[in-house]
């Protein structure tokens, strides 16, 4: 091989490492991605089961109930439509009824959300601004209870 055959060869070596490098990275992000709905959104998204989703919204008055061991049943709702969650955890310590909500999982084939992520509301001031926009388009969000940040 000559000089230049010899570096064309390494240019097309590092060049395929590159394209097999990028091809994994983009592989490993598609199977993270979770698309995040309110519970008026999910009857018109046809979300299938086992498809991950972040679920945001409201828990929902009077919709907790605490099942054996640390498993938890509680509601999310937007004002229009709630959804049935299901946790098996420990719950972080602002989660109450009527706060800020949003779990990350994946619908079953019976059609109730099996969380395995729940983030609440941080403090009176916070709310994640996807869940805090979509409640005041929705006229269940008043900007005096709180702000985003």
Do not use: C
Not at 22 to 36: D, E, G
Not at 85 to 103: A, H, N, S
Not at 125 to 133: G, L, R
């Amino acid at each position: 091989m000559t000089r230049k055959q010899k570096r064309l060869a390494v240019i097309a070596g590092g060049m395929g490492f590159i394209m097999v490098a990028v091809l994994l990275v983009m592989f490993a992000f598609s199977q993270s991605v979770a698309y995040f709905y309110m519970p008026g959104d999910l009857s018109a998204a046809k979300v299938s089961p086992g498809t991950r989703i972040r679920l945001g919204g409201l828990v929902e008055a009077g919709s907790v109930v605490r099942g054996a061991g640390s498993t938890v049943s509680f509601k999310v709702t937007d004002g229009h439509a709630s959804v049935p969650v299901r946790y098996t955890g420990i719950l972080p310590d602002l989660f109450r009824e009527g706060q800020g909500v949003v779990t990350e999982g994946v619908f079953d084939t019976a059609h109730d959300f099996r969380a395995d992520t729940v983030l609440a509301k941080h403090d009176e001031n916070y709310m994640p601004k996807e869940v805090a926009d979509r409640l005041k388009e929705q006229g269940v969000w008043k900007e005096g209870e709180g702000a985003t940040r």
